[in-house]
């Protein structure tokens, strides 16, 4: 086997090996973009659950204060009626035309 020989074969062995290390590179680098995706679309469904929850709550809370609100009106309105009604009854007729 001559010096070209010997030189050539320990070339195709460097070229192998480096061709190995570059495919395994490759899959271990998609194997990383896969993970990454995944993640992020963990994340964006956690995101997109989070606002549905917060957004959720905030009409239930601006439901309950509606509510509470409209019951202290209707609770005021009724004891300023009862305050009236009751301060009518309670001061003579002064009007002697009656």
């Known amino acids: 086997?001559?010096?070209f020989d010997i030189v050539k074969e320990?070339?195709?062995e460097l070229l192998s090996g480096a061709t190995d290390k570059v495919t395994e590179l490759t899959e271990s680098a998609g194997n990383l973009t896969d993970t990454a995706?995944?993640?992020t679309d963990t994340a964006t469904?956690?995101?997109q659950d989070l606002t549905g929850t917060a957004t959720g709550a905030a009409q239930d809370l601006t439901g309950t204060a509606t509510g509470a609100a409209?019951?202290?009106t209707g609770t005021a309105t009724g004891a300023a009626q009862d305050v009236?009604?009751?301060a009518s009854e309670a001061i003579p007729?002064?009007?002697p035309e009656k």
């Open 84 to 86: 009236t009604g009751s």
């Open 93 to 95: 007729d002064l009007n």
């Open 10 to 12: 320990k070339i195709s």
């Open 70 to 72: 409209q019951d202290l």
């Open 45 to 47: 469904g956690a995101a």
């Open 1 to 3: 086997m001559g010096l």
């Open 37 to 39: 995706q995944g993640a």
